[in-house]
């Protein structure tokens, strides 16, 4: 592996450790008697304005239009309509399932990139895919009970997820991560905003629930998002999409760390697997890396 690689799976890391914890975040905003129309508009909201902010402050290379408006609707149109699936599979079927069919958008990934990108698929990929996507379905607890619409719309985010990476990485120019993210940030929250419209607002009403979603704010939007788009540019869509599956792993450990919940069998079970499939992603990339000056 080297060095663009390492800084890029170190940055996916830090992605998946940020979206890792938005939801034990969420939780506590939930708590304190915030929708989720509302904590995705102002979560986004507050990060593009932050986001904006440090471009200028910065003095940041700006985008080109055309650039600004193909990251302002993949945020609008892409990311949104991925967390509405997501959303409304949860009104249909199981946690578990939902999440489960989630994650299988690295094999739809896969496909793409090697259709597309025309992307070599590797035993050690298809290996790392098989491992990374078992322990993702025992941590999730392996429940594919409910209504077909739910599992349909569960299928369709992970769908909506893979066009979303596929044409990131397609369009994404090196060292422009915080400015495409900036404007994805922007078309979420109009999206956001529009929809909290109809829905109504309900924000935080305590102290914890407001701080709760500074963190989300920070830690999960921005410094997430921007690692994720940079980390993309330098480790191609496959490997990033499995190591992006970090993130159920550590949800179920922040869980157990700061919401007490219960470390079962299962769990440790699919986390040791989601672990050997991170451990092949690197091996493989090693594997290329030496066979590089041969070519």
Request: hydrophobic share 55%.
């Amino acid at each position: 592996m080297n060095q663009r690689e390492k800084s890029g799976a170190a940055l996916v890391a830090l992605s998946a450790f940020g979206f890792g914890l938005m939801p034990i975040f969420a939780k506590v905003c939930y708590a304190a008697g915030s929708s989720t129309y509302t904590l995705l508009f102002l979560r986004f909201t507050a990060a593009a304005i932050f986001m904006m902010a440090m471009m200028k402050a910065r003095r940041l290379p700006r985008l080109s239009k055309k650039e600004a408006w193909t990251f302002f609707f993949l945020g609008a149109i892409g990311d949104s309509a991925q967390a509405f699936c997501y959303f409304m599979a949860l009104q249909y079927a199981s946690a578990g399932a939902v999440s489960l069919l989630l994650y299988t958008y690295p094999a739809m990934v896969m496909v793409g990139s090697a259709l597309i990108f025309k992307e070599k698929i590797t035993a050690d990929k298809v290996l790392s895919l098989v491992l990374a996507t078992g322990g993702a379905f025992i941590i999730m607890g392996g429940n594919l009970n409910g209504e077909p619409l739910g599992l349909f719309l569960a299928l369709l985010s992970a769908l909506v997820y893979t066009t979303y990476i596929l044409y990131s990485a397609k369009y994404l120019r090196p060292g422009v991560g915080a400015q495409s993210s900036a404007y994805m940030m922007v078309g979420n929250a109009v999206t956001y905003g529009i929809i909290s419209l109809f829905v109504g607002f309900e924000p935080p009403q305590t102290r914890v629930g407001l701080f709760a979603l500074v963190l989300i704010t920070l830690l999960s939007t921005i410094v997430a998002f921007w690692s994720y788009m940079e980390g993309l540019g330098r480790l191609g869509p496959i490997k990033t999409s499995l190591v992006a599956l970090l993130e159920p792993l550590l949800t179920v450990i922040f869980s157990v760390i700061i919401l007490g919940e219960a470390l079962t069998r299962d769990i440790v079970l699919g986390g040791c697997l989601v672990m050997a499939s991170l451990f092949i992603t690197v091996r493989a990339s090693q594997k290329e890396a030496r066979r590089e000056p041969e070519a």
